[in-house]
């Protein structure tokens, strides 16, 4: 008889042990749904705020990074013109040479070059990942390096030989060249008077363009990407 009580008493508590639990992972798993959905529609929210079109993809915005050191200077030449694109070969010590930066000789002993600059691999020890730095002599690099002022001038060069006549036209090859997209109205405006301001003689306008194209390459737009 007791024993038929202790059953009888077990059974109800094994089923409500059984129905509480089932509960529970249903609640559990409404919740989840209700935080992922309120999840997703956030991240909408937020990338729209920063991209003001509607997402297309699941993955957001990529967050901003520099160039590193070899995609930097293969693209100064590129847009200059001047880069050689063969395969193979020995490695180069100049700096002011039209190959790949992947050729550019590594001297372990050499702390003061271009690479290390701007942030290449420490070729003395294993490292995991490269740094991200910004400091004043990445800017005078770009503003008075004889290799980047070679190139400045061979898209000026570049510019007067591949795009049409006309102010406007220029600017906008230069946008769709170094950029990939169109100037707005406010960088037609300023791109004109600034090629305008160099004089009137021929000299004084190839050094407008000259400045210009340096200014845009030295861009955060042309350095960075999005």
Same mark, same amino acid.
């Given at each position: 008889?007791?024993?038929?009580?202790?059953?009888?008493?077990?059974?109800?508590? &094994?089923?409500?042990?059984?129905?509480?639990?089932?509960?529970?992972?249903?609640?559990?798993?409404?919740?989840? &749904?209700?935080?992922?959905?309120?999840?997703?529609? &956030?991240?909408?929210?937020?990338?729209?705020?920063?991209?003001?079109?509607?997402?297309?993809?699941?993955?957001?915005?990529?967050?901003?990074? %520099?160039?590193?050191?070899?995609?930097?200077?293969?693209?100064?030449?590129?847009? @200059?013109?001047?880069?050689?694109?063969?395969?193979?070969?020995?490695?180069? %010590?100049?700096?002011?040479? #039209?190959? #790949? *930066?992947?050729?550019?000789? *590594?001297? %372990?002993?050499?702390?003061?070059? $271009?690479?290390?600059?701007?942030?290449?691999?420490?070729?003395?020890?294993?490292?995991?990942?490269?740094?991200?730095?910004?400091?004043?002599?990445?800017?005078?690099?770009?503003?008075?390096?004889?290799?980047?002022?070679?190139?400045?001038?061979?898209?000026? #060069?570049?510019?007067? #030989?591949?795009?049409?006549?006309?102010?406007?036209?220029?600017?906008?090859?230069? $946008?769709?060249?170094? $950029?990939?997209?169109?100037?707005? @109205?406010?960088?037609?405006?300023?791109?004109? @008077?600034?090629?305008?301001?160099?004089?009137?003689?021929?000299?004084?306008?190839?050094?407008?363009?000259?400045?210009?194209?340096?200014?845009?390459?030295?861009?955060?737009?042309?350095? $960075?990407?999005?």
């Amino acid at each position: 008889m007791a024993a038929r009580r202790q059953h009888g008493r077990s059974r109800p508590i &094994a089923e409500i042990t059984a129905l509480s639990r089932q509960k529970e992972t249903s609640e559990g798993a409404e919740s989840r &749904a209700k935080i992922s959905h309120w999840l997703c529609r &956030a991240s909408n929210v937020l990338q729209n705020q920063f991209t003001g079109t509607k997402p297309k993809s699941r993955y957001g915005r990529m967050n901003r990074r %520099r160039l590193e050191a070899e995609p930097l200077r293969d693209s100064l030449l590129a847009v @200059a013109g001047s880069l050689d694109q063969g395969m193979s070969g020995p490695a180069i %010590r100049e700096l002011d040479n #039209r190959r #790949r *930066t992947l050729y550019l000789m *590594t001297i %372990r002993s050499d702390r003061n070059n $271009y690479r290390m600059l701007f942030d290449a691999a420490d070729p003395v020890g294993i490292v995991e990942k490269r740094i991200d730095s910004t400091v004043a002599p990445q800017a005078l690099f770009l503003l008075n390096h004889p290799f980047v002022m070679a190139q400045v001038k061979a898209l000026e #060069r570049r510019l007067d #030989r591949e795009a049409p006549a006309g102010d406007r036209n220029k600017i906008e090859w230069l $946008y769709q060249s170094l $950029y990939g997209r169109s100037p707005t @109205a406010e960088e037609f405006n300023v791109g004109c @008077a600034a090629v305008s301001s160099g004089g009137t003689g021929s000299v004084g306008t190839m050094d407008a363009w000259e400045q210009y194209c340096h200014v845009l390459l030295c861009a955060n737009e042309f350095v $960075y990407v999005d």
